[in-house]
Every structure is written in structure tokens, then in C-alpha cells.
């Protein structure tokens, strides 16, 4: 089993609301991510989690909050985006650094 | 830091060709993977085939295989038999230890009937 699973798959928000990305995966790997890729790009690294705790954050905005409340679960919870947020949200996870990643499906997000 | 350069924006095949799809990278890592993903239209990134610096043996994972050449610092993809289902952003991207993936820009694989 290499699933990731990213819910929700689609979700519009508006300016003001606070919505929760949500990733899951039980192959035991220990190290997670969630990249942000906009159309016709290749992603860009936003948070790295490894043994469940953040370890690398690219200079996200605090708009973007991670969350990691065990070692299947990574959440991305967001707050008061911006209409150039908008874009395909995904998770990955590795056994750990280096290691080939699976992806999940994706989150498509449209800010309003 | 590593860098990842995929050359070719579109690719074109006809169905049952072989196609090979460029890489190169930049990396002052000893120790380093090399990934090829498809991304099609629908968004999802699926893991294809992976090559670690040190493999000897080029990486093969039924159609697809990795031709690595580390001293030209090149890992190019290799599609045999394509299928029209090949169709998809094709993106190379390599991973170090601290769990950063770096990736190419991608190439736009067609295959047409």
C-alpha cells in the first residue's frame, strides 16, 4: 500500500475563513510534507516534518499553519488567505529524507 | 543545494515508441536519490522510478527505466512501448537526506495515436 490520502479534494474559501487541509498515510513513514504548486510549475516546498516535528519551513506565511498529530497524520490549517494562494495542494511522505515520496491526490484550493 | 534541469518544455511520440526525456543535476551532495514523476491532468503525482547515487545498475520498473550516467550528472527517463495513457507533465527531481525534494520544470509528454 503506497496511499497517501488528502482530504478534502476541492475547496473554495473566502478571504476571511479558516479551513483545515488534512493528509494521512500508514506506510510508517516518518518523515511528511506539503508542497504548494501552481499551474504549469513544479511544486515548492513549504513545511517538512520528520519524527513528527517541523524541521524545515520555507519561509511560509503564518497564514499557513502546519500540524502534525501523529505520525500518519499532517494537517494544514489556513487562515485569512489571500486570493494568490490558489493552487494544488499536496502531501508527501517518505520513509525518510531521500527516499522515493508518494504524493496524495491533492488539494485544489480557490481562495474568493 | 541541488539543482535539477529538464530541457525539453514538450515532448511528442507516437504510440509504441520508445521516448527519452532529459535530466540533468547540480548537487555537492556525496549521498542523493533521484526521482521521476507524472503528474497528469487530473493533478496527482505518482512516483515512477528511483535511482540512488550509489546504484551501480540502472533503475527499471517495467516500461519505465532511468538511464544514469553520474559523471555526465544526467538521469534520463526512458519510456518503452508508449501508451496514449503516457500522457502527462513528466517532472525529475532529486532528494538528500534532510528530505528536501528539488525539482525540474517539468517536460509535457504527448503521445499521439
Known amino acids: 500500500d503506497t496511499e497517501v490520502t488528502q482530504t478534502p479534494k476541492h475547496l473554495v474559501m473566502g478571504m476571511t475563513n479558516k479551513k483545515s487541509l488534512k493528509c494521512e498515510q500508514h506506510m510508517g513513514h516518518r518523515a511528511m510534507y506539503w508542497y504548494k504548486q501552481k499551474a504549469k510549475k513544479p511544486p515548492e516546498l513549504m513545511f517538512v516534518y520528520s519524527y513528527e516535528k517541523l524541521s524545515i519551513n520555507e519561509s511560509v506565511p503564518s497564514r499557513f499553519s502546519p500540524e502534525c498529530p501523529n505520525s500518519s497524520l499532517l494537517n494544514l490549517h489556513l487562515h485569512a488567505l489571500q486570493p494568490e494562494d490558489s493552487a494544488l495542494y499536496l502531501c508527501?511522505?517518505?520513509?525518510?529524507?531521500?527516499?522515493?515520496?508518494?504524493f496524495g491526490q491533492g488539494t485544489r484550493l480557490t481562495v474568493v | 543545494a541541488q539543482k535539477i534541469t529538464q530541457t525539453q518544455p514538450g515532448m511528442f511520440v507516437q504510440e509504441k515508441e520508445a521516448v527519452t526525456l532529459d535530466c540533468t543535476y547540480d548537487t555537492s551532495d556525496q549521498s542523493y536519490g533521484l526521482f521521476w514523476y507524472k503528474q497528469p491532468s487530473s493533478g496527482e503525482m505518482i512516483f515512477l522510478i528511483y535511482q540512488g547515487s550509489y546504484d551501480e545498475q540502472n533503475a527499471t520498473e517495467g516500461r519505465y527505466s532511468l538511464n544514469f550516467q553520474k559523471a555526465r550528472k544526467s538521469a534520463n527517463l526512458v519510456i518503452s512501448a508508449s501508451q496514449l495513457g503516457d500522457s502527462a507533465m513528466y517532472f525529475c527531481a532529486s532528494g538528500s537526506t534532510l528530505g528536501r525534494l528539488y525539482f525540474g520544470r517539468g517536460t509535457q509528454l504527448t503521445v499521439w495515436p
Open positions: 508527501a511522505s517518505n520513509l525518510h529524507g531521500g527516499t522515493e515520496a508518494f
